[in-house]
């Protein structure tokens, strides 16, 4: 009996299994084979010449990569870091306030709404050195505008500024969900106990909040490690490689540039160290979890 309900679950199964193959595994499986491959067009048919691992060994020589690299190790840490912080402090003061915060808690996920055209088209007009409004209100107190967008020292930081407002929202659903589910108990004993309370929020409520958080940072990490709207809405990755990052740099080699098995290359070697990364970090987390 055992082995027939066990033979159930694995034929219950099976469609799923099959449609995530055909959605998620075929596309990775080809990129992997394109990757092998210099793709050519002639007379409107696909013609792929096998060139080993040049492609992969090419990747080490581009200059924009290596940009692109570096600028989303900072979009990574910096945009993630700024959207968990946010978006915890937010959810301790809708979930302290109770039902009261719901037209609050409204206003706050409104940016995943928006569509990601309209939200480049926004702030570009915010961003903008003319008539901008972050300019205007600098010249409202007798300071010089700046050319936010267009300045290597403010692109970068302006286009995180975007995918913090964006983004931070997501954060803030997930972290109200966990800490609305915190036993009150243990708060409350930790406040008989003469706990203040940042005592409660550090011996207490951060310990209990810590698998929802790491869990937040990891997925957003994740998505900001994929950034691309916000750069090709916001700067193209100018000025010069300033907002470079690794999504746009395969979009340009691939769509752009019209190097499919380069472009194929660069997307197998990112899927490979983000899963890396990914494996890594959710073992530290389990062995913490276990010593703990």
Same mark, same amino acid.
């Given at each position: 009996?055992?082995?027939? %309900?066990?033979?159930?679950?694995?034929?219950?199964?099976?469609?799923?299994?099959?449609?995530?193959?055909?959605?998620? @595994?075929?596309?990775?499986? %080809?990129?992997?084979?394109? =990757?092998?491959?210099?793709?050519? #067009?002639?007379?409107?048919?696909?013609?792929?010449?096998?060139?080993?691992?040049?492609?992969?060994?090419?990747?080490?020589?581009?200059?924009?990569?290596?940009?692109?690299?570096? %600028?989303?190790?900072?979009?990574?840490?910096?945009?993630?870091?700024?959207?968990?912080?946010?978006?915890?402090?937010?959810?301790l003061a809708c979930s302290s306030v109770g039902? /009261?915060?719901?037209?609050? /808690?409204?206003?706050?996920?409104?940016?995943?709404?928006?569509?990601?055209?309209?939200?480049?088209?926004?702030?570009?007009?915010?961003?903008? +050195?003319?008539?901008?409004?972050?300019?205007?209100?600098? %010249?409202?107190?007798?300071? +010089?505008?700046?050319? #936010?967008?267009? +300045?290597?020292?403010?692109? $970068?930081?302006?286009?995180?500024?975007?995918?913090? #407002?964006h983004w931070m929202p997501f954060a803030f659903?997930?972290?109200?969900?966990?800490?609305?589910?915190?036993? /009150?108990?243990?708060?409350?004993?930790?406040?008989?106990?003469?706990?203040t309370a940042w005592q409660e929020f550090r011996?207490?409520?951060?310990?209990?909040?810590?698998?929802?958080?790491?869990?937040?940072?990891?997925?957003?990490?994740?998505?900001?490690?994929?950034?691309?709207?916000?750069?090709?809405? $916001?700067?193209?990755?100018?000025?010069?490689?300033?907002?470079?990052?690794?999504?746009?740099?395969?979009?340009?080699?691939?769509?752009?540039?019209?190097?499919?098995?380069?472009? =194929?290359?660069?997307?197998?070697?990112?899927?490979?160290?983000?899963?890396?990364?990914?494996?890594?970090?959710?073992?530290?987390?389990? +062995?913490?979890? @276990?010593?703990?």
């Open positions: 009996m055992a082995h027939h %309900n066990s033979l159930g679950k694995v034929l219950s199964l099976t469609p799923a299994v099959l449609i995530f193959a055909f959605l998620a @595994l075929l596309p990775v499986i %080809n990129l992997f084979i394109v =990757s092998f491959h210099e793709v050519s #067009w002639l007379g409107g048919t696909k013609q792929m010449d096998w060139v080993g691992v040049d492609n992969y060994v090419a990747i080490g020589d581009d200059p924009l990569f290596k940009a692109g690299v570096f %600028n989303t190790i900072i979009v990574v840490l910096v945009a993630t870091t700024a959207q968990v912080v946010i978006g915890l402090a937010l959810a039902d /009261r915060s719901r037209p609050f /808690r409204a206003l706050i996920i409104l940016p995943l709404l928006i569509p990601g055209i309209v939200i480049g088209a926004i702030w570009r007009l915010m961003y903008n +050195s003319e008539f901008g409004i972050f300019n205007l209100v600098l %010249n409202s107190i007798g300071l +010089s505008g700046h050319d #936010w967008l267009g +300045s290597p020292s403010t692109a $970068l930081a302006a286009v995180i500024v975007v995918d913090v #407002w659903l997930l972290l109200l969900a966990a800490v609305e589910s915190l036993p /009150r108990d243990v708060s409350e004993a930790a406040k008989i106990d003469g706990a011996k207490v409520t951060l310990p209990l909040l810590y698998p929802a958080i790491f869990m937040t940072f990891l997925f957003r990490a994740v998505m900001a490690s994929k950034i691309f709207d916000e750069v090709f809405l $916001l700067t193209g990755g100018g000025p010069g490689t300033s907002t470079e990052v690794v999504s746009f740099t395969i979009f340009q080699r691939y769509f752009l540039q019209d190097n499919a098995g380069y472009g =194929s290359a660069l997307s197998v070697s990112i899927i490979f160290v983000v899963s890396v990364i990914i494996v890594i970090a959710l073992n530290a987390n389990k +062995s913490k979890g @276990l010593s703990q």
